[in-house]
C-alpha cells in the first residue's frame, strides 16, 4: 500500500493508521456476543490522539547508526567525513483526522516536524599535511510520512493487532553545522541527505513495529473475564472478529455473567435476533448493548449462588417481628405464641427473568415467606406465604458500573401452609405490603446500587452516558475519558491490579 498522492504534501508529517478487518463468511456465524460495543469515530478519533500521543511520545530517543562517507569535493579533493550519535531527539505533530477507508479506518496526522543532533568529523590529506575538523549539527527533519496497516482480529478470545504494512517517508532535512567550513556544509548535505533520511526512515520504522508488538502483546493479556464479586464475572471473550466500517468498529464479546468456582454455571443462552436501538442525541464515542440476557444470567448465578434468601430480624417496622404485632392480623399467632419473636425467612423460588421494554425493566420476583416464631430457644416455622411481586425499575449509570432500582407495581399472595390454621389474607395484605415496601424492595436496590461493572478499559471512565432501554436490550451511549496517564504500556500491570481481587 503507497501513500496517495495529495497525502504527500511538502513539510507535512504524517501517520496513517489502517485498521484493517475484513470480515468473512467463517467469522460471522455462530456469534454468541451479548454485548456489542460500537466506537463511533468520534471514539476512534479519541483512540487515534490516544495512539498518537503515545506513539509520538515514545518514538524518541533514537540513536541511528554512525554513517561514515569518502566524498570527492570540488577543489578539496577526497575526504573522509564521519557522523556519529546521531540522535533524534523529538518529534511533533500538529493535526491529526480519521477518514474512513475502503476496507479500513485511516487515521492521518500531519504539521509535524522532527529534531536531530549529531557529530561530524572529516578529515583529508594536503599535499602537505593532513587536515581535519569536528563538531555538532542539528538537523531539522520535515515532510516526514508513517503509514501502518493495523489488521485487528480476534484471537483465541482476545484481541490481536498486528503490522500488516508499514512505511515512513522523509521529504526534506534540513543541517544547521556549529563551525566547518563552507564547502563542507555543502557536500555534508549533498552527500548525506538521503543516507540521513532513510536512516531516519528505518528506524522509525522499527520503532513503531516495535511499538505495535507491545501493544498486541498488551490486548492479549487483558483478561477474559472482569470479576465482579466472590460470586460472579462478566465473561468478556471476544467472539468473532471486529468489523470496522464507515469510520467505526463494532467488537462483539460474549458478555454474560459466569459463576466463579464451586458455584453452578448460569443457564445456557442463546442469542436472539433483536431489532436495533440507536442512540440519540449529540454522537458519542462508544454505544455499547447489553442484551437482556446478559441480566438474566447475572440473576441466574446469584439465584444458583443462593444469594437470594435471607433472614429478616430487622425492620424499620419492628412491630411485626414480634407476634403483638401479629395479633389483630393473625390473632392465632399471638394466641399460640404470646409475646415472642418473630423472623420473616424470604426466599425467592425461582429464577427471576428481567424484561427490557421501553426505558424500563420488568420484573417478576416469586418468592416464599416463612413466618418462624422464636419461642425458647426453638425456630418455629408456623405458616408460608407466596408473594408474586411484579417490580418495575429504572438502568442508571454510576461510574463505569450499570446499576438499577426497582420500585414495586403489584403483588399477589397465598398461604402456601400453615401449622397454626387459616390466615385472613385481607388482613395479611398490608403487613406484606409493608414487608415488600420496607424490607424486600430496599434489599434488593441496596445491592442493585453497586451495580456491575460495564466492559470498560481501566484507566478509562464513561462520560456524560445516556442509557436507553428498548427491545430488550440496554443501549450505553457514552464519552470515555482517559483518566490513567498517557502511557498504554504502563496500563498493563494497572490491569493486572485492578483485575485480579
Ligand atoms: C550525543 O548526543 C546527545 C544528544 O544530543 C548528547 O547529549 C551527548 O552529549 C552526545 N554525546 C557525545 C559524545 O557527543
Ligand atoms: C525543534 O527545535 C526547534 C528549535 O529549538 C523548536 O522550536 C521546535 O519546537 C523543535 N521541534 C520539535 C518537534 O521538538
Ligand atoms: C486459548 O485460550 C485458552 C484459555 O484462555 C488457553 O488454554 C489456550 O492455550 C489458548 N490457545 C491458544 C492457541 O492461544
Ligand atoms: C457513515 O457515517 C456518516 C457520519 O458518521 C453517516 O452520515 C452515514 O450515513 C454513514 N454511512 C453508512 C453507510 O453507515
Ligand atoms: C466465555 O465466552 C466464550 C465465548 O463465547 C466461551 O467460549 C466461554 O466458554 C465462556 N466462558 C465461560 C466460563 O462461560
Ligand atoms: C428458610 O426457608 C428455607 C425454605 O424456603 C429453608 O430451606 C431454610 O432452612 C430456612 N432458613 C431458616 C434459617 O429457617
Ligand atoms: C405480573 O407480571 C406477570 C408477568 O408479566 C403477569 O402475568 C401478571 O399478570 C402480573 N400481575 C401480578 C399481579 O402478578
Ligand atoms: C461497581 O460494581 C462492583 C461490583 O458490584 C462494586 O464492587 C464496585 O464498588 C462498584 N463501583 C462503583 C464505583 O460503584
Known amino acids: 500500500m503507497g501513500l496517495s498522492s495529495n497525502l504527500m504534501a511538502p513539510a507535512a508529517f504524517f501517520i496513517v493508521l489502517a485498521l ?4 468473512t463468511d467463517a467469522q460471522i456465524k455462530s456469534d454468541e456476543g451479548f454485548i456489542s460495543v460500537f466506537i463511533s469515530s468520534k471514539g476512534l478519533g479519541f483512540v487515534k490522539d490516544l495512539l498518537m500521543h503515545k506513539a509520538v511520545s515514545s518514538l524518541t530517543p533514537i540513536e541511528i547508526q554512525p554513517i561514515e562517507k569518502i566524498v570527492k569535493i570540488p577543489l578539496v579533493g577526497q575526504v573522509d567525513i564521519l557522523l556519529s550519535n546521531i540522535t533524534i531527539l523529538s518529534v511533533g505533530v500538529g493535526t491529526s483526522y480519521v477518514s474512513s477507508g475502503g476496507a479500513g479506518v485511516v487515521i492521518v496526522a500531519s504539521g509535524g516536524t522532527a529534531n536531530m543532533s549529531m557529530n561530524w568529523k572529516y578529515s583529508y590529506d594536503t599535499w602537505l599535511f593532513p587536515i581535519s575538523d569536528k563538531g555538532a549539527a542539528s538537523v531539522l527533519v520535515e515532510g516526514m510520512a508513517m ?4 489488521g485487528l482480529k480476534d484471537q483465541n478470545g482476545t484481541l490481536s493487532l498486528s503490522l500488516l504494512d508499514w512505511g515512513c517517508f522523509v521529504k526534506d532535512i534540513f543541517v544547521k553545522l556549529d563551525g566547518g567550513a563552507t564547502w563542507f556544509y555543502q557536500g555534508l548535505v549533498d552527500a548525506f541527505k538521503e543516507q540521513i533520511a532513510s536512516a531516519v526512515e528505518d528506524s522509525v520504522s522499527k520503532r513503531i513495529r516495535e511499538g505495535i508488538i507491545k501493544l498486541d502483546s498488551l490486548l492479549q493479556s487483558v483478561p477474559k473475564e472482569i470479576p465482579v464479586d466472590h460470586v460472579a464475572a462478566l465473561n468478556v471473550t471476544f467472539v468473532k472478529d471486529p468489523v470496522s466500517s464507515n469510520s467505526s468498529i463494532d467488537f462483539e464479546i460474549n458478555g454474560l455473567f459466569t459463576a466463579k468456582d464451586g458455584i453452578p454455571a448460569p443457564t445456557n443462552y442463546h442469542k436472539k435476533h433483536r431489532a436495533p436501538v440507536s442512540c440519540t442525541g449529540p454522537a458519542k464515542m462508544i454505544e455499547m448493548s447489553l442484551d437482556e440476557n446478559v441480566f438474566n444470567s447475572a440473576t441466574s448465578v446469584y439465584f444458583k449462588a443462593d444469594f437470594m434468601s435471607w433472614i429478616v430480624n430487622k425492620m424499620p417496622d419492628q412491630s411485626l417481628l414480634n407476634t ?12 399460640q405464641y404470646p409475646d415472642d419473636g418473630v423472623n420473616l425467612n424470604i426466599s425467592v423460588s425461582s429464577q427471576p427473568m428481567l424484561k427490557i421494554a421501553d426505558d424500563k425493566v420488568d420484573t417478576t420476583i416469586y ?10 430457644g426453638e425456630v418455629i416455622q408456623v405458616a408460608c406465604i407466596s408473594l408474586v411481586i411484579n417490580a418495575t425499575g429504572s438502568i442508571q449509570i454510576s461510574k463505569n458500573n450499570l446499576t438499577g432500582s426497582f420500585g414495586l407495581t403489584e403483588f399477589t399472595m397465598s398461604l402456601k401452609w400453615s401449622n397454626i390454621g387459616d390466615l385472613d389474607m385481607h388482613q395479611v395484605q398490608a403487613a ?6 420496607t424490607v424486600f424492595l430496599p434489599y434488593l436496590n441496596l445491592h442493585l446500587a453497586k451495580g456491575f461493572p460495564l466492559p470498560v478499559l481501566p484507566g478509562f471512565t464513561l462520560e456524560n452516558a445516556e442509557i436507553i432501554c428498548r427491545n430488550s436490550q440496554v443501549m450505553v451511549c457514552s464519552d470515555v ?5 498517557y502511557d498504554l504500556y504502563k496500563l498493563l500491570p494497572l490491569w493486572v491490579n485492578m483485575l485480579s481481587i
Do not use: C, R
Open 147 to 150: 503509514e501502518l496497516t493495523l
Open 324 to 335: 403483638a404485632g401479629w395479633k389483630y392480623i393473625v390473632p392465632q399467632l399471638y394466641n
Open 432 to 437: 406484606m405490603s409493608t414487608v415488600i415496601d
Open 481 to 485: 475519558v482517559h483518566t490513567g496517564e
Open 20 to 23: 484493517f478487518s475484513v470480515p
Open 367 to 376: 418468592s416464599d415467606m416463612i413466618i418462624d416464631v422464636l419461642d425458647s
